[in-house]
């Protein structure tokens, strides 16, 4: 037997391929780590004993504080530019003999030392003066032939500082002139230079002292146990050991391709279970391209979304809202492939989590929740109060495993929350994603379906006015296909939908359909093939109506298969019995089609067969009633109109019951009113 590879297949594999792909790639790579722990929480694995000697530092907490604390005292590094300053002081002796021959040479030599004894103390650019002045820099050192001074900040000058300073020791007349000339302004300039390198080396040098070991776990020593707090020294220490595991060569490097191997297999095997279960209980959606690709975009986009904030923002895993891969798939496609992606996707999104069993209890109750509450999503403050209680029952879900495992609420964690709430605000904008979705995949919402049987929508209100009978025909429709929908568990919205516009093909021709006539049939007139295509001719005008409306390809479906490929039977028994003698073509007299393809479409062809039919019934009896059923929907089966539907034969008695307990209730006897009998006074 040779094997067809078909382009849905390989199509069907490129997706699996891709987001294994994608999602391996997102994966941290830090492969050191074989424990998962955090500050405050308990620790889950065995013993841990020191396989070899490790240096206790200080916790991260009091490490900061260190820190902190020689940041607010540190001494910035300066360097002075001794041959510039040289230079500049040499320039102003020169400037004065020459511009001012009138002073005398011990008023110059004067400003000259003055200048010098300045620029000896240091001038400063006015940023480090404004910090000085604030507090920030209390002390500097000064870099002078490799050898650092430190000397209070407090002392240096800013330039303008300076010229005061050097206007002060004014003594002769000359002295004034002398001191506005422009050139003072660029002897004066900063000497004093931050010198950054410098800084940062010192400043390293002091963190090193300050934060060496304060201790040691010796060989063999007791590390931690199971059930143990993991404290922010703890912590550290084992930090530390993984750190010095690593660099010792505990993670070798066959031993990373097996990690490696081992978490593309995970994901694999997870995407493999869904593909799985597809395949053997909605092979509907296996073979549809559009949702397969709906359910792996889905399940990929959050995995890859909790990874990404594993990487940036640990803390803030339970921000990602995995309950919108439950909420989108229940309102597009069912309930319990919904609860499967959703179990698919918090198992791939476990591996980057430091505590699997939490997140998954947390995330499974989270994702019920949103199911049950959100099930028949058909107005938007649905998405709201799922939001709260998802907010509500992952709360106390962590606050049990909490209490579980640590024994007190004293270690919640306030962080926690607050991302539970931040998630609940994410998951009441899954409206809009819904909307994306509807128009990315062609998918069809209740919301949607909601909106579209507003009876004030335009095609309906064309068609209440245009054709009466028929609207009235079609609600009449509408509420057996429901009900009998409800019965059997099919998509109730989606059939009261379609059953309201599935004849909306007769606006065109309203007088060529017995519930729109009174008294004047224009068939009369015409060959029972005329009368035939014009009948028939509602499905295709009913087409491009859906068509100019925009309607959904959902509701198209009702329009084309609710006569399937049967036959126009008035007129083609008409014109049989009017050409005894001839075989007569059936095509004139049958419609497009195609057959029903759903349970919804066989439901509303059941549901209109009988709904017509029972208006020209002179006798409605229960027996029958029952009978007319029976015979409508037999004859259906018979002719192999519900062949390419999903319907099963206990779906189809129910049906009948429902539409039996319909008609009867519709056309119950009423009791006669009795007459007054009384003499009639004068």
């Avoid at 209980?281 to 397969?292: A, H, K, Q, S, T």
Wanted: net charge negative.
């Amino acid at each position: 037997m040779k094997l067809r590879i078909t382009n849905s297949q390989i199509l069907r594999w490129i997706y699996f391929a891709a987001a294994v792909a994608i999602l391996f790639y997102l994966l941290p790579r830090d492969e050191s780590s074989k424990y998962t722990y955090e500050v405050n929480r308990p620790w889950s694995d065995q013993l841990l004993t020191a396989p070899f000697d490790i240096p206790v530092y200080l916790d991260t907490i009091r490490a900061q504080a260190i820190k902190d604390s020689l940041d607010a005292n540190f001494e910035p590094v300066f360097v002075r530019n001794q041959e510039l300053e040289k230079a500049r002081l040499d320039t102003f002796s020169l400037h004065l003999r020459q511009h001012f021959p009138g002073l005398s040479q011990g008023a110059r030599l004067a400003l000259v030392n003055e200048a010098k004894l300045i620029m000896d103390v240091g001038i400063v650019d006015y940023e480090t003066y404004t910090a000085i002045r604030q507090g920030s820099i209390k002390r500097v050192r000064i870099l002078s032939d490799k050898v650092a001074e430190s000397v209070p900040a407090n002392q240096l000058f800013s330039g303008r500082q300076a010229y005061e300073i050097l206007d002060s020791a004014s003594r002769e007349s000359l002295h004034d002139e002398a001191l506005i000339a422009p050139l003072l302004t660029q002897i004066l300039q900063p000497n004093m230079h931050r010198d950054s390198i410098e800084s940062e080396r010192f400043r390293k040098e002091a963190y090193q002292t300050a934060l060496a070991p304060i201790g040691v776990v010796q060989q063999g020593e007791r590390i931690i146990d199971r059930g143990d707090i993991v404290t922010p020294q703890l912590y550290t220490i084992l930090r530390t050991y993984e750190k010095l595991s690593a660099d010792r060569g505990a993670a070798v490097d066959h031993d990373r391709v097996y990690f490696a191997i081992g978490r593309v297999m995970y994901i694999v095997l997870l995407f493999a279970a869904l593909y799985t279960y597809l395949w053997f209980y909605r092979r509907d959606y296996y073979e549809d391209m559009r949702r397969l690709l709906f359910l792996m975009i889905s399940i990929t986009v959050f995995a890859a979304a909790a990874m990404l904030m594993v990487a940036t923002f640990p803390r803030g895993l339970y921000i990602v809202p995995f309950t919108i891969v439950p909420i989108t798939v229940v309102v597009f496609l069912d309930s319990r492939t919904a609860f499967f992606a959703h179990i698919v996707t918090i198992l791939i999104s476990s591996v980057v989590v430091s505590f699997p069993l939490e997140f998954l209890v947390v995330e499974l109750i989270a994702g019920l929740t949103a199911m049950v509450s959100i099930k028949d999503l058909t107005r938007r403050s649905q998405l709201l109060l799922s939001a709260v209680l998802v907010f509500a029952l992952s709360s106390f879900t962590y606050a049990v495993i909490e209490l579980m495992q640590a024994g007190t609420l004293h270690r919640l964690s306030g962080n926690i929350f607050g991302s539970f709430a931040i998630n609940a605000v994410l998951i009441s904008f899954a409206y809009v994603l819904i909307f994306i979705f509807e128009k990315l995949f062609g998918f069809t919402s209740k919301v949607t379906l909601v909106e579209l049987s507003d009876i004030n929508n335009p095609v309906l209100r064309e068609l209440s006015e245009e054709c009466p009978g028929t609207f009235q025909h079609s609600m009449a429709v509408s509420t057996l296909a429901t009900a009998a929908a409800h019965r059997i568990g099919a998509n109730v919205q989606l059939v009261r939908a379609g059953a309201l516009y599935h004849d909306i093909g007769k606006i065109s021709n309203p007088a060529f359909f017995t519930e729109n006539q009174h008294g004047v049939n224009p068939h009369d007139g015409l060959d029972p093939r005329q009368s035939a295509a014009i009948v028939i001719g509602h499905v295709p005008e009913g087409l491009r109506r859906a068509e100019q409306a925009n309607l959904p390809d959902r509701l198209r479906d009702f329009i084309a298969e609710h006569h399937g490929a049967g036959k126009a039977r008035y007129f083609y028994t008409t014109y049989c019995n009017a050409h005894p003698d001839e075989d007569v073509d059936p095509a004139p007299f049958t419609y497009p089609g195609p057959n029903p393809r759903s349970r919804e479409t066989s439901i509303l062809m059941m549901a209109d067969a009988v709904e017509a039919a029972s208006r020209s019934l002179p006798d409605h009896s229960p027996a029958a009633i029952k009978a007319l059923v029976d015979k409508l929907i037999d004859g259906q089966i018979a002719d192999g109109l519900h062949d390419n539907s999903s319907i099963s034969f206990r779906d189809v008695q129910e049906i009948k019951e429902s539409f039996i307990s319909r008609l009867r209730t519709l056309y119950h006897s009423r009791i006669s009113y009795p007459e007054d009998t009384r003499p009639k006074k004068d």
